[in-house]
């Protein structure tokens, strides 16, 4: 089995994740710059909820496509552990 094969599907997802990985990189320098204050909670869910689409799609034989959701759902991620250290903590009810 091909586990990267070259059509257009593919083609596009890896547009999708290389889009989406520089657009967190801006992100980040932002936050490193002190521009931007993450929220933790509210990465960690953004984080759960496209976690939860992507393997949906995984298991749904999405193919490709399920990459973009993927790499969005580990960026995020990231960026509420970040936030953790250096970002936004106050929590209201």
């Known amino acids: 089995m091909n586990l990267f094969p070259l059509d257009q599907y593919t083609l596009f997802a890896a547009a999708a994740v290389i889009l989406a990985t520089a657009r967190y990189v801006t992100y980040f320098i932002s936050i490193r710059k002190g521009e ?34 993927l790499s969005i759902s580990a960026s995020c991620f990231v960026i509420a552990v970040v936030a953790l250290v250096i970002g936004e903590r106050n929590y209201t009810t």
Not at 41 to 64: D, E, H, K, R, T
């Open 36 to 69: 931007t204050k993450p929220h933790a909670f509210s990465w960690f869910l953004w984080s759960l909820i496209v976690a939860i689409a992507a393997f949906a799609q995984f298991q749904l034989n999405a193919g490709p496509s399920a990459w973009g959701l």
